[in-house]
């Protein structure tokens, strides 16, 4: 950049390692090298042709044309003010060099107080200078930012097994997402979103910078050493593909996934479909029950569609089961997670053939009154949420409270327990497994379970 390149720049470059600043330096050639420049000020300013040469491929119009009009609006005196939100107010005439490494500092290194600037520029419609914009032109960004994302996933070659072509609509995945994203917004009273609230929102919701660095690095070829390609999507095996129509698409999957708590990277593996299976409640338990950790996704004859994440391994028995780790959440008409209140501890119910006790699987609430439940009918279930699930603090997921089912999905998504596991020593099983409904009338008798203290312990039974 030689000597005269400003205090600001210089402190944006210090960001990067020293073997990183040629890179970041050599981006404004290389974009003019892609395409021809303005003939009256070669090499000296961007157009939004080089940056459509270089980001035509990966990225929607709408959202070269964002990207291009942020660029411009820097202002290199006003950079390291980040939080005024102040904007370069002189005619768009092309981005310089010293925009271009502002820009590319603050979307891959920034903060929130210095990307905030940037969403504000990249969320007007048409070059402007305004101090407010409205929650509908976040998530028009938003929409554009995150098709973008999806495009560069396809592309890429970064689907990890999954197939778009044979999933749900990936364009109304796109508004769902958008529109989640952007329900985590604190408007000003007065409604609008000013540079405060965006940096407030950049800060709490992260897939707003990860999903904007995805747009830099892949859209412009930054590649900068010791920062992998984010990985969006959990990988998927054993899935017949040309048989299924998936109620998932790719960015419900993006959202969905990271909200699985930590550790659980195992590749995703079709387990239940009733497209592939029919509508059958025991083919679906047989499914649940070998398989650890599932999410089941359920569509609804009014077209809303649901479910929710099991952290443990089903068991067929007539007493809740799980941990806090469980949630229940929505994909249309809203995509949201609904997580543990602390209120009781009712997260999982899975019971069948029993006399006394409800049969059927349930998720949240108690009996009759389930977050989420599927009677072992299999045709019908209900979600009795009013005002809020007491488990999950989630409203009613479904179109009625007693809904019919179109079809079922279930999905594990972690280590499948080990063989034998939870089995008596020997083959040999208590009268309290033979039978759990005698087990639940004895525990809800307040009666002392002296078999289960007579059990070997579990690091006996392989020996």
Known sequence: MGN?????VQKRLARFRPEERPVVEGVFNRLQGGAGGPSGAPGKTLTLEMLQSSMGSLAPDSMIKRVYQCMCSIDPGLAAHAASGKTNTSAVSGAG?????????????????ERAPLIMAMSQR???TATVVSCEQVVEFLQDLISTVVQILVRRGRLQGWKPERMGDGSLGVKLLAEQMCSELKPLD??????????????????????????????????????????????????????LKCLLDLPTLMFLAPQLPDGYSAPWRLVFSTQL????????????????????????????VFGGFASHAWEIRPQFQGDS???????????????????????????QNQQTMPN??????????????????????HSRARPKCTTYGSPQLSGEDEFTLDSVEVWAVGKPPEPNEGEEGDGKKSILDVDPEVQAMMEMAGKTLHSQGLREPEEDQDQ
């Open 4 to 8: 005269t390149e400003s205090v600001v």
């Open 97 to 113: 060099r010293e925009q271009l490494v502002i820009f590319l500092a603050d979307t891959l290194r920034g903060t929130a107080e």
């Open 126 to 128: 048409g070059a402007g």
């Open 190 to 243: 007065q409604g609008g979103c000013d540079v405060s609230c965006l940096e407030d929102w950049i800060f709490r919701v992260s897939q707003v910078s990860l999903y904007l660095e995805m747009l830099v690095t892949e859209g412009l070829n930054v590649s900068l050493s010791g920062r992998p390609a984010p990985t969006l999507l959990p990988p998927c095996r054993e899935t017949p593909w040309k048989q």
């Open 277 to 304: 299976h029919g509508e059958s409640f025991t083919r679906m338990v047989a499914g649940l029950i070998k398989c650890g950790p599932t999410v089941l996704l359920i569509k609804d004859s009014k077209g809303h």
């Open 325 to 351: 780790r469980c949630f229940l959440f929505t994909v249309f008409p809203r995509l949201r997670v609904y997580t543990a209140t602390g209120y009781n501890q009712h997260f999982m119910y899975l019971n």
């Open 360 to 381: 059927g699987l349930g998720m949240g609430g108690q009996h009759g009154y389930f977050g989420l439940w599927l009677d072992c009918d299999f045709g019908r279930g």
